[in-house]
Nanobody
Framework: QVQLVESGGGLVQAGGSLRLSCAAS????????VGWFRQAPGKDRDFVSA????????LNADSVKGRVTISKDNAEKTAYLQMDSLKPEDTAVYYC???????????????WGQGTQVTVAS
């Protein structure tokens, strides 16, 4: 059974950094791509960033380009989203997802975590 669990969210001042974690059981990120999405109150779930180590493809939303980096641990069981120069508009619930390829479409992902709240204070 596959499970993804996010952690690392919290309250941060504008200009600060956070690193979100996505711990996987039942799959490895060497085989599956990881995608990060976010959903602000009253808005749709939006794509943030995705990476596939199998294909080497990385995708980033224009809104976060140059400010986010995806990595994974050596065991390939945890993926990370490093977010720098955070802005108040980055405030949202952040979700990780796993699928066969990196994509900006949430339909390409088979498995989802429960989300972690990120709040950026101005």
């Amino acid at each position: 059974q596959v499970q993804l669990v996010e952690s690392g969210g919290g309250l941060v001042q504008a200009g600060g950094s956070l690193r979100l974690s996505c711990a996987a059981s039942g799959l490895t990120f060497g085989t599956y791509a990881v995608g990060w999405f976010r959903q602000a109150p009253g808005k749709d779930r939006d794509f943030v960033s995705a990476r596939s180590w199998r294909t080497g493809m990385t995708l980033n939303a224009d809104s976060v380009k140059g400010r986010v980096t995806i990595s994974k641990d050596n065991a390939e069981k945890t993926a990370y989203l490093q977010m720098d120069s955070l802005k108040p508009e980055d405030t949202a619930v952040y979700y990780c997802a796993a699928g066969p390829r990196s994509s900006s479409s949430n339909y390409e992902y088979n498995y989802w975590g429960q989300g972690t709240q990120v709040t950026v204070a101005s």
